[in-house]
């Protein structure tokens, strides 16, 4: 059900995020107009939602109905003036630059109604360093969606100093109308809390790499086949008291000290991106990329994904 006052919702930047966005915007019966930078990249923006809808009608967690339904509700517009002119909503998912994206904010703020309620997807960017370019500090937020936004449910809604505590509520009934579990994120932080929780990890399987303690492949064995798959239904803190804060607290004494408490990237990090060693686009990263090897793995990834949204919908109708 969507929520009384937002009808129309406009999605800036129709890249990897911003169509998979504007998707679960269509799919919960809001009219979604995509913007982009010219016809083709919008084009290859509704593919995208049309092949995504397609897997669900595959996965039987959508009816072919509903696919048609979704489409029909989304529409494109590459001029941003008449795309903005009637939104309600405005996420903007454009490239993560502070510059650009203040530049961005600040057009659709003068191009759309005063009481339209504007949204950034950055990655980590300060709230606060985004705010004041939008002229509406007071209706503006972070919704941080999760890569891949039409499979994950976590969005992270971050305040700024300036936001109205209503706009707040009022992000956090929108993304509930679209199946998503919200998470208010109290004050402007880097990286807000999921990415801070994720880098942390990171920071730790790099000084483990750097002093031979294991492989990379080892990291990614370890976390898949333990905590990996425990985390998927019970959090690090459920997980500690579940085994007892006692027992976490006396591993934490030791513990804690000999973490990795690097303030910068790692030396062999470093030198790896001197070697264009950048990941599965390099063929070469931590690991190596021969073949379809990652695109199995994206496609495992989703059918997982898919599996939980089933998950999730069964006990939501117990
Ligand atoms: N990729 C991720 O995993 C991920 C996850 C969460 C959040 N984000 C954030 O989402 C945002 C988008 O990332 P992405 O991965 O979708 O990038 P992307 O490069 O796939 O898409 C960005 C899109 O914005 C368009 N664009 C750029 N300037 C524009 C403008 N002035 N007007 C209209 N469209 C414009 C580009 O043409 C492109 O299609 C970034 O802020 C990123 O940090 C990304």
């Not at 000084?207 to 976390?223: F, H, K, P, R």
Request: aromatic share 6%.
């Amino acid at each position: 059900m969507t929520v009384e006052g937002i009808r129309k919702v406009l999605v800036v930047g129709s890249g990897l995020m911003g169509h998979g966005i504007g998707q679960v915007f269509a799919q919960a019966g809001y009219a979604v107009t995509l913007n982009d930078l010219d016809d083709e990249r919008l084009q290859r923006a509704v593919e995208g939602i049309r092949r995504n809808l397609t897997l669900f009608v595959d996965e039987a967690l959508i009816t072919p109905a509903e696919l048609a339904n979704a489409m029909a509700n989304v529409s494109t517009d590459a001029d941003l003036a008449r795309a903005a002119r009637d939104a309600d909503l405005v996420v903007e998912a454009t490239f993560e630059n502070l510059e650009s994206k203040r530049a961005v904010l600040r057009r659709i703020s003068d191009l759309c109604p005063e009481r339209t309620l504007l949204a950034s997807n950055t990655s980590g960017l300060s709230v606060n360093a985004m705010a004041p370019a939008t002229g509406r500090a007071d209706r503006f937020v972070v919704a941080h969606f999760w890569n891949p936004p039409h499979l994950i449910p976590l969005v992270e809604v971050v305040r700024g100093d300036q936001t109205a505590e209503s706009t707040v509520s009022r992000m956090v009934e929108v993304l509930r109308s679209i199946g998503k579990a919200p998470v208010v994120v109290q004050k402007d932080v880097l990286g807000f809390v999921g990415n801070r929780l994720q880098y942390a990890l990171f920071r730790e399987a790099l000084g483990l790499v750097q002093n031979g303690v294991c492989t990379a492949e080892d990291i990614d064995t370890v976390v898949k086949m333990s905590f990996g798959r425990r985390l998927t239904t019970a959090g690090p803190l459920e997980t500690a008291d579940i085994n007892g804060t006692d027992l976490f607290y006396s591993i934490s004494q030791y513990l804690f000290p000999d973490l990795d408490n690097s303030t910068g990237p790692h030396e062999f990090f470093k030198r790896l991106i001197a070697e264009g060693r950048t990941g599965v686009k390099a063929g070469h990263g931590f690991r190596d990329w021969p073949g379809d090897r990652a695109e199995r793995i994206r496609q495992n990834r989703d059918r997982e994904l898919i599996r939980w949204l089933k998950v999730d919908r069964a006990t939501k109708d117990e």
